[in-house]
């Protein structure tokens, strides 16, 4: 079992900034990837940023190219989301997931490529 705990979140003004973390716990010497999911009211949840444990790779969703960074640190099992440029459409519920599968290299944009979640942290963009 995985365990991912998400902090950071918060109320931030449009065009300020936010650092999420995910600490993992638990089994997670098996862990291909790593990824950033939201969900806003009322639509569903969406693919933000991933990365990939061994290999640093990542891929971001179109509209937070440019404004959000994953990163990841090895030493403390934890995985990063720096937002930038935040606007009013950034407000969601963030959800880090764990794909603790066998090392691949690919970093998925789907749900069904992650098998653990956290319990997700709001992030709010006043405008």
């Known amino acids: 079992q995985v365990q991912l705990v998400e902090s950071g979140g918060g109320l931030v003004q449009a065009g300020g900034s936010l650092r999420l973390s995910c600490a993992a716990s638990g089994r997670t010497f098996n862990r291909n990837a790593m990824g950033w999911f939201r969900q806003a009211p009322g639509k569903e949840r969406e693919f933000v940023a991933a990365?990939?444990?061994?290999?640093?790779?990542?891929r971001y969703a179109d509209a937070v190219k440019g404004r959000f960074t994953i990163s990841g640190d090895n030493a403390k099992n934890t995985v990063y989301l720096q937002m930038n440029s935040l606007k009013f459409e950034d407000t969601a519920v963030y959800y880090c997931?764990?794909?603790?599968?066998?090392?691949?290299?690919?970093?998925?944009?789907?749900?069904?490529?992650?098998?653990?979640w956290g319990q997700g942290t709001q992030v709010t963009v006043s405008s």
């Open positions: 997931a764990a794909d603790a599968r066998i090392y691949s290299g690919y970093a998925s944009p789907l749900d069904n490529g992650y098998d653990y």
């Open positions: 990365i990939t444990w061994r290999s640093g790779n990542t």
